[in-house]
Nanobody, 120 residues
Framework: VQLQAFGGGLVQAGGSLSLSCAAS????????MSWYRQAPGEQRDLVAG???????NYANSVKGRFTISRDNDKNTLYLEMNNLKPEDTAVYYC???????????????WGQGTQVTVSS
């Protein structure tokens, strides 16, 4: 599995950014996909996840502001981020969970990360 994230940047507090993550080398639709983030000196934390059947979950800190979605036809994961706050500043990573499908094990993977910086 290869994942490549796009869309990070610098935005003022209250602004919006959209991230995308293009997947290849796997059957994208069978994986639970997630966004994580890691601020300097901090651990990598889950931001949001979406299962193969489109169930979503969010960290409490982003509920109501961020939306995770996926387009299985385009093999792409998205994260729409609204009302951004300085504490959202971090490197954002997309991830594919390993999974079994049709008696075959499919490896998971991490994307390379994209920087999101929110100025106050």
């Amino acid at each position: 599995v290869q994942l490549q994230a796009f869309g990070g940047g610098l935005v003022q507090a209250g602004g919006s950014l959209s991230l995308s993550c293009a997947a290849s080398g796997t059957i994208f639709s069978i994986h639970t996909m997630s966004w994580y983030r890691q601020a300097p000196g901090e651990q990598r934390d889950l931001v949001a996840g979406i299962t193969s059947d489109f169930r979503t979950n969010y960290a409490n800190s982003v509920k109501g502001r961020f939306t995770i979605s996926r387009d299985n036809d385009k093999n792409t994961l998205y994260l729409e981020m609204n009302n951004l706050k300085p504490e959202d500043t971090a490197v954002y990573y997309c991830a594919a969970d390993p999974t079994y499908y049709d008696a075959t094990y499919y490896l998971g993977a991490w994307g390379q990360g994209t920087q999101v910086t929110v100025s106050s």
